[in-house]
C-alpha cells in the first residue's frame, strides 16, 4: 500500500471525485481504478463519499504525466511512489541523526574543554631527588 506523510493543509480532504477527476484531468472511473491499485487513497465523507485533498490531486497529475508523458505502466507508477516515499523517509533519518552527531560533536568538545581546564597544573619547580606534594 502506498501512503503519504500526513501533517500538512495539503492533506485536507475537500474535493468530491468528480470535481478531483477534472482537476486531473481523468475521467472519475481511472480514480476507482487507480484507487483499487492503492496509487491513492481518498479520505471517505461519513456517507462514504470518496473525498480528495490537494495532496492527492497533485499525486493524480503526477500518476497522469507518469503514465501519458512519460509511458509508465501503473506498477512502475506505484513503485516510483514508493521510492519517493522511502526516499523522504530516510531524508528524514539523515537529518534526525545529523542533529544528534551535531550535538554529540559539541558535547565532546565541551567535556574536552573541561578537561583541559581541570588538567592545568600549576608550574611547580621540583629540586632533584625531591618530593613535592599539591595541596588541591
Do not use: C
Not at 501519458?68 to 507508477?77: K, W
Request: hydrophobic share 35%; charged share 30%.
Amino acid at each position: 500500500m502506498v501512503r503519504r506523510q500526513q501533517g500538512s493543509g495539503k492533506d485536507r480532504p475537500v474535493y468530491m471525485i468528480s470535481v478531483a477527476a477534472e482537476l486531473a484531468g481523468v475521467h472519475p472511473q481511472t480514480l476507482r481504478i487507480y484507487e483499487r491499485k492503492q496509487l491513492v487513497q481518498p479520505s471517505r465523507s461519513p456517507g462514504g463519499t470518496r473525498m480528495y485533498s490537494e495532496a492527492d490531486i497533485e499525486r493524480l497529475r503526477l500518476i497522469q504525466r507518469l503514465t501519458q508523458e512519460e509511458g509508465i505502466n501503473l506498477a512502475g507508477v506505484m513503485r516510483i511512489i514508493e521510492l519517493e516515499i522511502e526516499k523522504e523517509r530516510l531524508e528524514a533519518q539523515l537529518t534526525e541523526a545529523q542533529a544528534m552527531a551535531s550535538k554529540a560533536e559539541r558535547t565532546l568538545a565541551d567535556e574536552i574543554n573541561e578537561f583541559r581546564r581541570s588538567m592545568r597544573a600549576d608550574i611547580v619547580h621540583v629540586p632533584r631527588g625531591g618530593i613535592v606534594r599539591r595541596e588541591p
